[in-house]
C-alpha cells in the first residue's frame, strides 16, 4: 500500500513502517514525502495513493468535504511543534538569543517550509509575527518547498538558521549536529496534523492497519520519540 506523507514525518515514519512490517510482513508499505498542500493538489487529481498524512488536519478535512475520501477514515495522529535550529558550528547562543537568533546581524539567511503549501511554513510566518520579529526577518527568509527542504537548507549553509519541526531536529542527521530553541506553542495555532484514507484507495484493509498501528501504542512511541505528542 501507499502512503502520501508530510516531510516532517521522514524519520518518525520509517520507523514505524519498519515497526509495522515486522508485525506484517504480508504488508509492504512505500511511502512518498512532501509539501501536504503539494499531495492535496495532487490528490485532487486522483494520485495513486492509499492514505494521506498531512502536517495538517485543514487538507485531509477539505478532501473530505470534497467528496475524495471518508469522513469515517480521518484521524488526528499528532501536534507538531517548531524550533529555532542553527548548526552546532555557529556562533549564536540559540538558548540565549531565543527567537531574535533570526534577526541577529550574523544571520543572512533564515530557511522556513513555504507558508503557500506548507503548514509548517504558515506556523513559522505565524510564529515570527506573534513574537514581534517578522518585520526585521522577512527580507532573509528562504523558502524551502517543504519543512525538510528548509532545514536541508540551514544543515547545508545556504542558510545560517531555520525555523524547522522539532521531528526533524530529533531526527539523526540533525539531532547531533545542531543546536534548536523550541518556539512557544502559544506563538502560532496548533499544528494538529492527521490523515485520511482515500476514497480510491486499492489496499483500503492496509490503510487501516497502518491507521490502526501508527495511533495504537507502538506507533504512539515512535512518534513520541521524535517530540510528536497529542498535547501542544
Same mark, same amino acid.
Given at each position: 500500500? *501507499?502512503?502520501?506523507?508530510?516531510?516532517?514525518?521522514?524519520?518518525?515514519?520509517?520507523?514505524?513502517?519498519?515497526?509495522?512490517?515486522?508485525?506484517?510482513?504480508?504488508?509492504?508499505?512505500?511511502?512518498?514525502?512532501?509539501?501536504?498542500?503539494?499531495?492535496?493538489?495532487?490528490?485532487?487529481?486522483?494520485?495513486?495513493?492509499?492514505?494521506? !498524512?498531512?502536517?495538517?488536519?485543514?487538507?485531509?478535512?477539505?478532501?473530505?468535504?470534497?467528496?475524495?475520501? =471518508?469522513?469515517?477514515? =480521518?484521524?488526528?495522529?499528532?501536534?507538531?511543534?517548531?524550533?529555532?535550529?542553527?548548526?552546532?558550528?555557529?556562533?549564536?547562543?540559540?538558548?540565549?538569543?531565543?527567537?531574535?537568533?533570526?534577526?541577529?546581524?550574523?544571520?543572512?539567511?533564515?530557511?522556513?517550509?513555504?507558508?503557500?503549501?506548507?503548514?509548517?511554513?504558515?506556523?513559522?510566518?505565524?510564529? !515570527?509575527? *506573534?513574537?514581534?520579529?517578522?518585520?526585521?526577518?522577512?527580507?532573509?527568509?528562504?523558502?524551502? =518547498?517543504?519543512?525538510?527542504?528548509?532545514?536541508?537548507?540551514? *544543515? *547545508?549553509?545556504?542558510?545560517?538558521?531555520?525555523?524547522?519541526?522539532?521531528?526533524?531536529?530529533?531526527?539523526?542527521?540533525?539531532?547531533?549536529?545542531?543546536?534548536?530553541?523550541?518556539?512557544?506553542?502559544?506563538?502560532?495555532?496548533?499544528?494538529?496534523?492527521?490523515?485520511?484514507?482515500?476514497?480510491?484507495?486499492?489496499?483500503?484493509?492496509?490503510?487501516? =492497519?497502518?491507521?490502526?498501528?501508527?495511533?495504537?501504542?507502538?506507533?504512539?512511541?515512535?512518534?513520541?520519540?521524535?517530540?510528536?505528542?497529542?498535547?501542544?
Amino acid at each position: 500500500m *501507499s502512503i502520501a506523507a508530510a516531510s516532517d514525518l521522514k524519520f518518525a515514519l520509517d520507523d514505524i513502517v519498519l515497526a509495522f512490517e515486522r508485525q506484517h510482513p504480508d504488508i509492504s508499505v512505500g511511502v512518498t514525502y512532501g509539501a501536504s498542500g503539494m499531495f492535496f493538489a495532487q490528490l485532487l487529481s486522483r494520485a495513486p495513493f492509499d492514505l494521506f !498524512l498531512s502536517a495538517d488536519v485543514e487538507y485531509p478535512r477539505k478532501l473530505v468535504e470534497q467528496g475524495q475520501a =471518508e469522513k469515517t477514515t =480521518e484521524f488526528l495522529y499528532a501536534i507538531g511543534h517548531l524550533v529555532v535550529w542553527v548548526p552546532q558550528s555557529s556562533p549564536l547562543d540559540v538558548d540565549a538569543l531565543g527567537i531574535r537568533t533570526v534577526i541577529d546581524p550574523a544571520v543572512r539567511r533564515v530557511a522556513i517550509a513555504n507558508p503557500r503549501h506548507a503548514p509548517y511554513g504558515r506556523a513559522a510566518e505565524a510564529a !515570527l509575527k *506573534s513574537l514581534k520579529v517578522y518585520d526585521a526577518v522577512q527580507d532573509r527568509l528562504v523558502f524551502g =518547498e517543504s519543512v525538510a527542504q528548509a532545514a536541508q537548507f540551514v *544543515s *547545508s549553509a545556504a542558510a545560517d538558521a531555520g525555523i524547522i519541526a522539532l521531528s526533524l531536529a530529533l531526527s539523526p542527521p540533525l539531532r547531533d549536529t545542531g543546536r534548536f530553541w523550541r518556539v512557544p506553542a502559544d506563538a502560532h495555532p496548533p499544528l494538529e496534523q492527521g490523515g485520511v484514507i482515500l476514497s480510491w484507495a486499492r489496499d483500503r484493509a492496509a490503510a487501516e =492497519e497502518v491507521r490502526r498501528f501508527m495511533t495504537g501504542a507502538a506507533g504512539r512511541a515512535i512518534l513520541e520519540r521524535y517530540g510528536f505528542t497529542l498535547e501542544r
